[in-house]
């Protein structure tokens, strides 16, 4: 029997007593009958190029290779051949061990001198000096060698069967603990969440396949349990990803709605939601397909991607609650300056108003938002009773309705129908607007007043002016220069809104707070922290329960937290800051009408001194158009204001002068 014959039939004997599985004996078959092959041909004769390109075609790794060839005289490797090695996955440690030891030709430039003197150069040679042999050394070479080969290839083969054990014995565990993620589900039935996470957690520990069946269930568990304990940071996470994995899954629905509520309550709107256009919903019940192509349009609109929003809003059905708030906001999208759809947004402020009117279960607050919307697209084209018709369509006790008056009473000065604008200065001065933020009010008024060359009322809106809001800005412009923490802001802040108290404690005084506490920022920046306090809380009295993964989240959502009041306090002071350059700017503003007032007085007195006789005569001012009704009546105003006269005031004041 020759020596490759012994040397194959003993890889034979002992790959027959591996004991692998079926799959992965007939790979390492293949690996360890090539092993065999070359170093039974290595034992029987010199190991070739060929050899050396055939085991690389078989993977087998640099590492092995190398041990293989040690020892072995010159292979006679060209470029093309390390080219060749290369494609096939041999390492820079491995050609490096090549070209080292001589197995790799170099082409060398040999000089011999011409037989008419000079050097010419012979073309490179490629045939390597021959190395000096002594039979015994190889011979004890070679034995040591194939002994060193044969322990390489049990090594690993050792290393693959431990492997595919262990992928076993795994695989095993996770489908015994199957049984965790049935037994999470059945927790969710019965309201018991936080066992339920702790169940999903420990079967998602085992790192089970992502596209397994297992992982997406524990994943859907895991975000469904969190959601309902309000713990919407943990929660985002593994709603996303059942989201993302498609409608095809049965989760989807159930995920996407939790996805709603997280972008509602807490901004969560990650860019990679952006993918949701490549899913088909049409097979979908037809409330689903609204609310989702509604998503997905405020989405777009929210990252500015206006032409996607308005497709996507615009597939909303007509008889859809989400159908008057997609059209405001496709209108909203329209008037953007990179849109310019002037037109096709006043319809779809008109058609959202009819449709939140119409259709059940829709948003009030829309058919609001279109009718201040259409009276500012009327007053910017100076269509001013088409804006003061809008204007009053807001309800009395709407919160918009301050708005609504005080642009209304600017619509009234600008088509000089001063007797309809000092009635709502009346209105915006009754106790029903008090809390209201409103300086250029006086401004306005005593603006108004001028006109009619009423010095005196003049007068008594800038003193008035001066009083409310001027003699406070020193205490602004202190609290300003004296806070520099950004938390500090929203602290004292917060803490007013929260008890109805004063901010004089904290040297701010409750004109100013007023003011940060009508801006819509201010509440949705409140609400976003107190759903992170609510989380927090939750989170702190489950750990047990949610291990390892709770505590990483508990520290995202204390750094979210600690960061959204740093974010909310900056807002704040810029707001304060802004309230505080515009108070400068309508002091400046007073002092201008002050120096009108006097100079006119002052016209007025030296007309009266050259002509004793001289009255000012009467100015026309503009009307605005106002049917009365049959049930109507007109009612002088007897010191109290009631609800249903508010913004309904008017004055019957008659210009004093007129331009000479």
Same mark, same amino acid.
């Given at each position: ?98 070209? %080292? ?71 095993? $565990? ?84 939790? !996805? ?88 779809? @402020? ?74 709502? @200065? ?13 300086? %250029? ?10 006109? !009619? ?63 940060? !506490? ?66 400068? %700017? ?50 002088? @105003? ?17 210009? $004093?002068?007129?331009?000479?």
């Amino acid at each position: 029997m020759s020596r490759a014959e012994q040397s194959r039939r003993r890889a034979e004997g002992w790959r027959t007593r591996s004991g692998l599985g079926a799959g992965r004996r007939a790979a390492l078959q293949a690996v360890v009958a090539l092993l065999a092959l070359v170093v039974a041909a290595s034992a029987a004769f010199a190991l070739t190029k060929e050899d050396l390109i055939k085991l690389k075609e078989q993977h087998v790794p640099d590492s092995v290779v190398l041990n293989i060839i040690k020892g072995e005289g010159p292979l006679g490797l060209n470029e093309e051949d390390v080219k060749q090695l290369k494609s096939l996955g041999a390492g820079d440690e491995l050609v490096k061990f090549l070209r %080292d030891n001589g197995h790799v030709v170099q082409k060398v430039a040999i000089k011999v001198a011409p037989q008419g003197g000079g050097g010419d150069v012979v073309p490179p040679s490629e045939t390597p000096a021959p190395a000096e042999t002594n039979p015994d050394a190889m011979a004890e070479e070679e034995a040591r060698r194939k002994a060193e080969d044969e322990a390489r290839i049990r090594l690993a083969a050792e290393e693959l069967r431990k492997k595919d054990e262990a992928a076993k014995a795994r695989q095993a $565990e996770i489908d015994r603990a199957m049984t965790q993620v049935s037994d999470g589900e059945r927790m969710l039935e019965r309201k018991r969440n936080m066992e339920a996470a702790r169940l999903f957690l420990g079967f998602l520990a085992l790192e089970p396949a992502e596209d397994s069946d297992g992982y997406y269930r524990a994943k859907c568990g895991l975000g469904k349990a969190l959601f309902r304990e309000k713990i919407y940071s943990g929660a985002a996470g593994p709603v996303l990803e059942v989201v993302m994995k498609g409608p095809e899954k049965p989760c989807f629905q159930e995920s996407f709605e939790m !996805l709603r509520t997280l972008t509602a309550e807490t901004g969560f709107a990650p860019p990679a939601l952006e993918d949701l256009t490549q899913f088909y919903v049409e097979n979908l019940a037809k409330a689903f397909q609204d609310d989702f192509n509604y998503y997905l349009g405020r989405f777009f609109y929210d990252y500015k991607k206006l032409e996607l929003a308005i497709k996507y809003l615009e597939k909303v059905s007509p008889d859809s609650p989400q159908k008057a708030a997609a059209l405001y906001l496709t209108g909203v999208a329209q008037i953007d300056p990179d849109v310019k759809k002037f037109k096709s947004a006043v319809e779809n @402020f008109q058609n959202a108003i009819l449709t939140g009117e119409r259709v059940e279960g829709s948003d009030p607050e829309i058919v609001e938002l279109g009718y201040m919307a259409l009276a500012r697209i009327a007053y910017e084209a100076t269509n001013y009773d088409g804006a003061l018709f809008y204007y009053g369509k807001v309800p009395k006790l709407s919160p918009r309705r301050t708005t609504a008056l005080f642009e209304s009473a600017w619509t009234f000065f600008l088509k000089n129908d001063y007797n309809r604008a000092v009635g709502v @200065f009346h209105s915006l001065h009754s106790p029903y607007y008090r809390q209201w933020y409103t300086p %250029d009010l006086y401004i306005l008024e005593a603006t108004v007043y001028l006109n !009619l060359c009423k010095f005196s009322d003049s007068k008594e809106a800038l003193t008035a002016f001066k009083k409310v809001y001027l003699d406070q800005q020193p205490l602004l412009e202190r609290y300003l220069a004296e806070t520099g923490n950004p938390s500090d802001y929203y602290t004292t802040v917060s803490r007013i809104y929260q008890t109805q108290g004063t901010g004089e404690d904290k040297g701010l005084p409750m004109l100013f707070v007023q003011a940060i !506490l009508n801006d819509l920022t201010f509440r949705n920046n409140f609400q976003y922290i107190r759903n992170l306090e609510v989380e927090e809380k939750a989170l702190q009295a489950n750990l047990g329960p949610l291990g390892e993964y709770g505590s990483t989240v508990l520290e995202q959502v204390q750094k979210a937290r600690e960061n959204q009041v740093i974010a909310a306090g900056i807002e704040i002071r810029e707001s304060l800051t802004r309230l505080n350059e515009e108070l400068r %700017d309508w002091s400046i503003k007073a002092d201008e009408i002050e120096f009108d007032i006097d100079g006119a007085r002052a016209e007025e007195a030296k007309n009266k001194l050259t002509n004793p006789d001289w009255t000012p005569p009467a100015a026309a001012a503009g009307t605005t158009l106002f049917v009365v009704a049959d049930d109507w009546q007109f009612w002088p @105003f007897e010191g109290e204001y009631w609800v249903d006269e508010i913004a309904n005031y008017r004055s019957f004041l008659r210009s $004093e002068c007129v331009e000479q």
